[in-house]
């Protein structure tokens, strides 16, 4: 099975930022070929999806401007750049990712996961 391992949460106050990393092994094809995505969950809330990319970024609208994803092929690494961060923002952050498929957006469905990381933004 594949194994996501997220890092790079913690507490900051609002307008700070943040960078997680996502480190995927064990997957069975080419890393390149994986649509890879970051979730997150606040307490009492439904996960949302945050942003998805494979060649071009799709992100939430309620991150658009703040958030960047990124990734390194050559590394097998996934990031999520969090900037101007609000309270808001704050829950457990998720990594996941699906191979296949012609669109790599929030509305896939992934087959892989992450513990997740923490990130808390007081005001």
């Known amino acids: 099975q594949a194994h996501l391992v997220e890092s790079g949460g913690g507490s900051v106050q609002a307008g700070g930022s943040l960078r997680l990393s996502c480190a995927p092994s064990g997957l069975t094809s080419s890393y390149s070929n994986y649509c890879m995505a970051w979730f997150r969950q606040a307490p009492g809330k439904e996960r949302e999806g945050v942003a998805a990319?494979?060649?071009?970024?799709d992100y939430a609208d309620s991150v658009k401007g703040r958030f960047t994803i990124g990734r390194d092929n050559y590394k097998n690494m996934l990031y999520l750049m969090l900037s101007n961060l609000k309270p808001e923002d704050s829950g457990m952050y998720y990594c996941?990712?699906?191979?296949?498929?012609?669109?790599?957006?929030?509305?896939?469905?992934?087959?892989?996961w992450g513990q997740g990381t923490q990130v808390t933004v007081s005001s």
């Open positions: 990319v494979r060649t071009t970024p």
């Open positions: 996941a990712a699906y191979e296949g498929g012609s669109y790599c957006n929030l509305f896939a469905t992934f087959d892989f």
